[in-house]
């Protein structure tokens, strides 16, 4: 492990993935033992082109990935000090682990509120405790109090997005994996999304694991990231680090960004 890394993890550790292999329909290889760490508090970047596996990872950690045909055939994935092999979905979910699909995903016929809504029933809150988390919901995300009543559907990809981030944070969980939240949304609200991620870090202690393509606004917030490219990892360092590497600068903004 590089300096780098165990510098990464002297907070507590949160989720570990140890070395996982997945494969699709029993014969697609998608992740080919990734290995990585979240620690609590931590914002950790998971960079790749299209296809590089982060999507797959990330499904892997939250279960999700049975629902496509797939399973993780090697490896550990630990949450909380606690295997996760053969835990299903929901019960990740209502362990602290909550993740926010590509492509945002959120119920178009229903109001802003309504998703909202949604999310919170995964913990059985009071009424009292469902108002109060909506409120503080929409101290985060103020565009979404100005659209409580509209239809999803009709509101923007970004007012979208903070959406389906909104109601994941409904569960109030201890981790949170975005899956290329900067996807399809212009430069100023992509800032706008990772700006409210930073501050839901630091002024709440929330963890995030973020897959992104854009290099640039990721690494300018995360405490450490890796870089995968057919399924494996090919590098890894603090956001600073990665920053300053001119092959990292150069894969993506150079032209080859898959």
């Known amino acids: 492990m590089t300096i780098a890394a165990l510098a990464a993890t002297t907070s507590s550790e ?8 997945v494969i699709y329909d029993g014969a697609i290889l998608a992740v080919a033992g990734v290995s990585l760490r979240v620690g609590q508090g931590d914002i950790v970047a998971l960079l790749g082109a299209n296809g590089a596996g982060k999507s797959t990872t990330l499904k892997a ?8 045909r ?11 000090g606690q295997d996760t092999a053969g835990v299903a979905a929901n ?8 993740h926010v699909l590509e492509g945002r995903h959120v119920f178009a ?6 998703n909202l809504r949604s999310g919170g029933f995964l913990r059985k809150p009071t009424r009292r405790e469902l108002e109060q988390d909506l409120e503080r919901i929409y ?43 900067s996807m399809g949304l212009a430069p100023i609200l992509v800032e706008e999304i990772f700006a409210i991620v930073a ?25 450490y990231a890796y870089v995968l490219e057919n399924g494996r990892v090919v590098g890894e360092g ?11 600068q150069h894969f993506y903004l150079g032209g080859k960004t898959g």
Not at 14 to 21: F, G, M, Q, R, T
Not at 109 to 114: A, I, K, N, R
Not at 206 to 211: T, Y
């Open 199 to 223: 501050q839901l870090n630091a002024q709440e202690g929330m963890s995030f694991l973020v897959a992104e393509q854009n290099i640039n606004v990721a690494l300018r917030h995360a405490t």
């Open 109 to 114: 016929h229903l109001t802003v509120e309504e």
């Open 14 to 21: 949160l989720l570990a993935v140890h070395d996982i292999e």
């Open 70 to 80: 797939a399973h993780v055939s090697r490896g550990r994935i630990t949450f909380q």
């Open 91 to 98: 019960l990740l979910a209502r362990q602290g682990i909550v």
């Open 139 to 181: 101290a985060w995300f103020p565009r979404l109090k100005t659209k409580r009543k509209t239809q999803a559907g009709l509101t923007s990809g970004g007012e979208q997005q903070m959406l389906a981030i909104g109601r994941a944070l409904m569960t109030r969980p201890r981790l949170v994996l975005l899956d290329e939240p």
């Open 238 to 248: 603090s956001g600073a680090e990665l920053a300053a590497r001119e092959d990292i």
């Open 61 to 68: 950690i939250s279960g999700l990935v049975q629902a496509d």
